[in-house]
């Protein structure tokens, strides 16, 4: 069983800054991209930033939605199976439900995760 965890969300003023984590365990082979989608009220659930491995390990590429580039980072420690989004300057329109997704590969199968969601709110 796959799990993902996140943690970090919570309320901030605009301008203010959030570090969101999402551990990962289980019986995993390998975790090959991980990612992080939001979802705000009467909205559709959409990317923020997704990082890739390169052969299984450290390192890959990352991508960003315009909304959020040059303010939010994304990075993973793979000895840790953790991902982590560090959101400065945070905007009242980053308000959202921030999902944490994973697509594993297990002994048996490779298949998409997601965790349960953490709530992020900036204030004007």
């Known amino acids: 069983q796959v799990q993902l965890v996140e943690s970090g969300g919570g309320l901030v003023q605009a301008g203010g800054s959030l570090r969101l984590s999402c551990a990962v365990s289980?019986?995993?082979?390998?975790?090959?991209?991980m990612a992080w989608h939001r979802q705000a009220p009467g909205k559709q659930r959409e990317l923020v930033a997704v990082?890739?491995?390169?052969?299984?390990?450290?390192?890959?590429?990352?991508n960003y939605a315009d909304s959020v580039k040059g303010r939010f980072t994304i990075s993973r420690d793979n000895a840790k199976n953790t991902l982590y989004l560090q959101m400065n300057s945070l905007k009242p329109e980053d308000t959202a439900v921030y999902y944490c997704?994973?697509?594993?590969?297990?002994?048996?199968?490779?298949?998409?995760?997601w965790g349960q969601g953490t709530q992020v709110t900036v204030s004007s």
């Open positions: 997704y994973a697509f594993v590969i297990t002994a048996t199968r490779s298949s998409d995760y």
């Open positions: 289980g019986s995993i082979n390998s975790i090959v991209h």
């Open positions: 990082i890739s491995t390169i052969g299984g390990t450290i390192g890959g590429s990352t």
